[in-house]
């Protein structure tokens, strides 16, 4: 599970619309917005070094802060939404919403596949496909779980792993009802041409 809350810093953003916006990014921040929880949005600015620290450490989508406002009292918040710039790929504004942590809220969860050795597939020459490395799953907000984790200890290949193959942390549970493929172990390319070439053909 997710461990301490981490500290997010920002300034009041004076001023709404693209004219604030642009000048937030002229001095080195990147605008932001806190929506949620009954109150009044709140316009913001964080600073760019500090916040591409944290959207590099990964995570950012599914990982509850600790939003420290001055003047403001501190909030939690999740982060609903990042924009980037179409050409360079950084930030432009970044959305966040207010949350208490028994908030039930949707985030995307990381996949974490483990125990490649113990799986005969992959020994075999198999090919772990990775249909969803993301899976979005009700969660509670003061509990957020860093990943979910497939166990690959036994699979072979032609195997299909679906989302209710793999244990969630209690209280977790999948947005979608049905039984959706998260991945499976293919077999690889000479195997495949090997069955054939073993197959009689029609003329025998």
């Known amino acids: 599970m997710a461990g ?8 009041v953003r004076a001023g709404t619309g693209k004219g604030a916006a642009r000048a937030a990014r002229r001095d080195g921040a990147v605008p932001g917005i806190v929506y949620g929880g009954g109150q009044e949005p709140l316009p913001i600015n964080l600073e760019f070094n500090a916040l591409m620290k944290r959207l590099k450490a990964g995570h950012f989508l599914s990982t509850m802060f600790n939003l420290k406002v ?13 924009q980037r710039h179409v050409v360079k790929d ?3 504004h970044v959305d966040f919403l207010r949350i208490s942590p028994t908030t ?3 985030l995307r969860i990381d996949v974490v596949f483990e125990n490649h050795a113990a799986a005969p597939g992959i020994k075999r020459g198999g090919t772990l496909v990775v249909v969803r ?7 509670t907000a003061g509990d957020i779980p860093d990943h979910i ?19 969630l942390p209690a209280g977790v549970k999948p947005t979608i009802e049905r039984n959706f493929v998260v991945a499976n172990i293919s077999a690889p390319s000479g195997l495949r041409a090997s069955d054939a070439v073993d197959e009689p053909s029609a003329e025998a």
Request: proline letters at 4%; a negative charge; charged letters at 25%.
């Open 104 to 106: 039930r809220i949707n």
């Open 149 to 167: 984790t497939v166990d690959l200890t036994g699979r072979q290949i032609g195997d299909v792993i679906h989302i209710n193959d793999i244990s």
């Open 133 to 139: 490395p993301q899976v979005e799953l009700e969660v």
């Open 90 to 92: 950084l930030p432009t």
């Open 4 to 11: 301490e809350v981490i500290d997010l810093v920002a300034q």
């Open 70 to 82: 001055e003047g403001q009292a501190d909030q939690r918040v999740v982060c609903r939404g990042v």
